[in-house]
T-cell receptor, first 115, second 114 residues
């Protein structure tokens, strides 16, 4: 069982909707990540939080808005998405806080479909 | 530009038929090479970290090795439950103060049949 929990597992939304993806980890890690993964493609980094502060933003469109309320929680707020944003959104955490690590612990992902 | 290439793209094995997956990389100053397993519709599961050429790591039927240009994931006597996509990722060294970023390959889809 993964120690990184993501909700919801599946989400269908229209282009005018506002929704949020949630992630929680119970490993005491102080770095958390959002990745986006399209079918048969590798994960693409979106954001990195270190000690609840945004440390890396990979030029993600503003319709994606991350939030880290505390060291265990990570949210991704979605607004005015496009159909091409449909993907598996993965949350991950790591013990290393600089963002310079490859030992990530991923959740099971949230499958997002934008109509 | 950092590059990671995995081959083959897909591999079908019979149970017990050992084989190897390849991960070739071009990176400026390797800090680490990482192997992950990903089941369909799930997040990647971390398997191994390799730091320097000659290093080897083992876990059950899997063994990862590293040279200066590539890494291999050897699967010995695979079982159907080993079926998954195996991802390789590299972490480059620092350059000019820019934060390093993990670069994933596109993966090898492994199917093990009875």
């Amino acid at each position: 069982d993964t120690e990184v929990t993501q909700t919801p597992k599946h989400l269908v939304m229209g282009m005018t909707n506002k929704k949020s993806l949630k992630c929680e980890q119970h490993m005491g890690h102080r770095a958390m990540y959002w990745y986006k993964q399209k079918a048969k493609k590798p994960p693409e980094l979106m954001f990195v939080y270190s000690y609840e502060k945004l440390s890396i933003n990979e030029s993600v469109p503003s319709r994606f808005s991350p939030e880290c309320p505390n060291s265990s929680l990570l949210n991704l707020h979605l607004h005015a998405l496009q159909p091409e944003d449909s993907a598996l959104y993965l949350c991950a955490s790591s013990q290393e806080t600089s963002g310079n690590t490859g030992e990530l612990f991923f959740g099971e992902g949230s499958r997002l479909t934008v109509l | 530009e950092d590059q990671v290439t995995q081959s083959p793209e897909a591999l079908r094995l019979q149970e017990g038929e050992s084989s190897s997956l390849n991960c070739s990389y071009t990176v400026s100053g390797l800090r680490g090479l990482f192997w992950y397993r990903q089941d369909p519709g799930k997040g990647p599961e971390f398997l191994f970290t390799l730091y320097s050429a000659g290093e080897e790591k083992e876990k059950e039927r899997l063994k990862a090795t590293l040279t200066k240009k590539e890494s291999f994931l050897h699967i010995t006597a695979p079982k159907p439950e080993d079926s998954a996509t195996y991802l390789c990722a590299v972490l480059p060294g620092f350059g000019g103060g820019t934060a390093s970023k993990l670069t994933f390959g596109t993966g090898t889809r492994l199917q093990v049949t009875l």
